[in-house]
């Protein structure tokens, strides 16, 4: 069932170590197929070394196991609150990558502070709050998801234009409309919470790049204007 897919979601999941997101096993991806309702996630606790296609399992939103040898990721209902909240996420990442989860360790969110953020997120990357002793003791994984929905509807952020939340005390979810967007998504947050680190390293005081700096990035190469790249037509 879904072997196409399983193959894409295993994809994804091998970019992680390939592009120095994890270390061991430390991370998961996962990708929907909306018309059957079931998703694909990483095994829990696989090594990538002995990660194969047929491993991936099969899952639905109700958190029933539909398919697979292993037990899903231990994010698994974390991944099942973002699905079921935004339908325009069709592929979820979640990794302890050394910089985003530094952000996420302090606390903090990471302030846009050039073009290169601003290419891909409108606005800064938000860092969530503590959980409470109960939302930990019980349905942790789900709370977390239900902290990053909280975290953006509090907010009033789109999560088509900031696809990733820092989880404090812990790292980095990121989305996209498939399992390899979303991965790209958390390569770029890596990237952009590396610069945000140096910067206020280089120049304690920074400030935030100006709101038009940041919308002309953005909206140049995102919505209905725009027009970075090569026409379709």
Known sequence: MLEELKQKVYEANMELPKRGLITYTWGNVSEIDRATGYFVIKPSGVDYDLLRPEDMVIMDLAGNKIEGRYNPSSDTATHIELYKKYTVIGGIVHTHSPEATAWAQAGRDIPLYGTTHADYFLGAIPCARDLTDGEIDKDYEKNTGLVILETLEKRGINPQYTPAVLCKNHGPF????????????????????????????????????????????????????????????
């Open 174 to 233: 990121t989305w996209g409309k498939d399992a390899a967007e979303a991965v790209h998504n958390a390569v770029v947050l890596e990237e952009v919470a590396r610069m945000a680190r140096r910067s206020e390293m280089l120049n304690p005081a920074i400030q935030p790049a100006p709101e038009a700096i940041k919308k002309k990035h953005f909206y140049r190469k995102h919505g209905s204007k725009a027009y970075y790249g090569q026409s379709s037509k």
